[in-house]
């Protein structure tokens, strides 16, 4: 099957830094990149919707100049939360979308703030 | 009213028992229909994916989907404890974007 990677899969950081996350697909060429936000025990929650070479569509409620979104190839998007701070700890989650209908995820990244 | 509802659960059945994982939704637009299984903290990992009304099986794993109903299930048989993980159901509209239920903690105990 389709294999998505994230790096970092955990990083932890100060309060006002910013934190970069790649999220790969490593054997296909990525269509769509999603990227979700998961609060533990909580379902994921759609952040933005990325094509290759264009903006990113963000959520309602999702602050873009607080998580900026590249898809700058056909096999990676990275997501820069900027001057994070503690609310903004959690598990990030990136999927990935190929020619079909049927989204790949990532292990997931799960920052925390300090 | 959500437009998914899945019970959270937890839900806890001995090893080797049939397990039936429901969810329900409202808005007609939903094309397709999947199952992920989650572990603590991974990524969701596709499970099951319909798109019509019926069955499709997969070794354990059985997806049932009634439109008519607006009820999607998920049995899995022979149940083992590798299986306790929390299973989404999610559903796609026209533009892929998924919507998903709250997701079902699933213990199975030895």
């Known amino acids: 099957g389709a294999v998505v990677s994230q790096h970092p899969s955990w990083v932890i950081c100060k309060s006002g830094t910013s934190v970069k996350i790649e999220c790969r697909s490593l054997d296909f060429q990525a269509t769509t990149m999603f990227w979700y936000r998961q609060f533990p025990k909580q379902s994921l929650m759609l952040m933005a919707t990325?094509?290759?070479?264009?903006?990113?569509?963000?959520e309602q409620g999702v602050e873009k100049d607080k998580f900026l979104i590249n898809h700058a190839s056909l096999t990676l998007s990275t997501l820069t939360v900027t001057s994070a701070h503690p609310e903004d700890s959690s598990f990030y989650i990136c999927?990935?979308?190929?020619?079909?209908?049927?989204?790949?995820f990532g292990p997931g990244t799960r920052l925390t703030v300090l | 009213q959500k437009e998914v509802e899945q019970d959270p659960g937890p839900l806890s059945v001995p090893e080797g028992a049939i397990v039936s994982l429901n969810c329900t939704y409202s808005?007609?637009?939903?094309?397709?229909f999947m199952w992920y299984r989650q572990y603590s903290r991974k990524g969701p990992e596709l499970l099951m994916y319909?798109?019509s009304s019926g069955n499709k099986e997969d070794g354990r794993f059985t997806a049932q989907v009634d439109k008519s109903s607006k009820y999607i299930s998920l049995f899995i048989r022979d149940s083992q404890p590798s299986d306790s993980a929390t299973y989404l159901c999610?559903?796609?509209?026209?533009?892929?974007?998924?919507?998903w239920g709250a997701g079902t903690k699933l213990i199975i105990k030895p």
């Open positions: 999610a559903m796609m509209l026209s533009n892929y974007q998924l919507i």
């Open positions: 999927s990935a979308r190929g020619m079909g209908d049927e989204q790949f």
């Open positions: 990325s094509n290759e070479g264009s903006k990113a569509t963000y």
């Open positions: 808005n007609s637009a939903f094309q397709y």
């Open positions: 319909t798109y």
